[in-house]
């Protein structure tokens, strides 16, 4: 069964530094997202990502953040200057419809 | 500004059916109900949605109410790896609509 992949599953930053979580979507899955979830919370969105530009965008993605879709298959959430507050789990989701997201295993973001 | 009202937490007996209620009393016409997981650690998983009529797939069912505003979904037969936080979502469809989730219901299946 397809599945969404992402990498790494855990990394480690110092704040200030830069990192870029990738994704793999489902092949013939044409609508892109970004969550994040802090330890204990609920899952939030920030990101969602159609036709090669952001549809919808959350509170949360300010202009430390952005995504890219930089070839056919690898979509991409880069954090320009890492916070401390932005430790988190990120998940990626891909999807034909709205209501059935497929997610990924996350990638567990730490900022030291 | 939540649409839904979930149990924070239930327990259920392993092979028994576990019934997750969820309220919407202010859903309107163009709204779905639909429900994800997220077992402990794990991205959330889709389970099942439905507009007013009730609907089964292998992994459950879904029962709306008349009125539509509750529903309850159902897991015919739990197992232990049924352990997870349940969310009832309830929006339109549209193809790039993010997903807002509430707290859920966490649902412990006891051996």
């Known amino acids: 069964e397809p599945e969404v992949t992402q990498t790494p599953s855990h990394q480690v930053t110092q704040m200030g530094q830069e990192v870029i979580l990738r994704c793999v979507p489902i092949?013939?899955?044409?609508?892109f997202y970004w969550y994040r979830q802090i330890l204990g919370q609920k899952v939030e969105f920030l990101v969602s990502?159609?036709?090669?530009?952001?549809?919808?965008k959350s509170e949360i993605f300010d202009d430390q953040f952005s995504v890219e879709r930089p070839d056919g298959s690898n979509f991409t959430l880069k954090i320009r200057s890492t916070k401390l507050e932005d430790s988190a789990m990120y998940f990626c989701?891909?999807?034909?419809?709205?209501?059935?997201?497929?997610f990924g295993p996350g990638t567990r973001l730490t900022v030291t | 500004d939540a649409k839904t009202t979930q149990p924070t937490s239930m327990d259920c007996a392993e092979g028994r059916a576990a019934n997750l209620p969820c309220n919407h009393s202010?859903?309107?016409?163009?709204?779905?109900v639909y429900w994800y997981r997220q077992i402990h650690s794990q991205g959330p998983q889709y389970i099942i949605h439905?507009?007013?009529n009730n609907e089964t797939n292998e992994m459950a069912s879904l029962i709306i109410t008349e009125d539509r505003k509750s529903s309850t979904l159902i897991l015919p037969h739990a197992t232990l790896r049924d352990t997870a936080v349940y969310y009832c979502?309830?929006?339109?469809?549209?193809?790039?609509?993010?997903?807002?989730f509430g707290k859920g219901t966490r649902l412990h299946i006891l051996p």
């Open positions: 989701a891909s999807s034909t419809h709205s209501y059935e997201q497929y």
């Open positions: 202010t859903i309107s016409g163009n709204e779905y």
């Open positions: 092949s013939n899955h044409l609508y």
């Open positions: 990502f159609y036709n090669n530009e952001i549809s919808e």
């Open positions: 439905g507009l007013k």
């Open positions: 979502i309830v929006s339109q469809v549209n193809r790039d609509d993010k997903i807002i």
